[in-house]
């Protein structure tokens, strides 16, 4: 587990422009660590062992993921299809 992801808060935003963003729980050191191929964030969830963050996009109904930590944020699909509806 990566001690540093106990000490962040994280979220999804909606608005005009979509992110999922992440703030330190002393409201320092902001940052919008998904920002493209994003609509309708929703679920947003940390796995602490693989030291990733996962969420469901309503709009494309996807499932979808990010290393978090890594200089490179690599946003992966895992599933087009097995999500009916993420408001149930």
């Keep these: 587990m990566n001690v540093v992801?106990?000490?962040?808060?994280?979220?999804?935003?909606?608005?005009?422009?979509?992110f999922i963003g992440r703030v330190g729980m002393d409201g320092s050191q902001e940052k919008h660590i998904v920002t493209t191929d994003i609509y309708w964030p929703n679920g947003v969830t940390v796995d602490y062992s693989s030291d990733r963050l996962f969420w469901v996009d309503a709009q494309t109904v996807r499932l979808e993921y990010v290393s978090w930590f890594r200089p490179y944020m690599e946003k992966c699909?895992?599933?087009?299809?097995?999500?009916?509806?993420?408001?149930?």
């Design 77 to 88: 699909l895992l599933s087009l299809f097995l999500i009916l509806d993420t408001f149930f």
């Design 5 to 18: 992801a106990l000490s962040y808060v994280f979220w999804s935003d909606w608005g005009t422009t979509p």
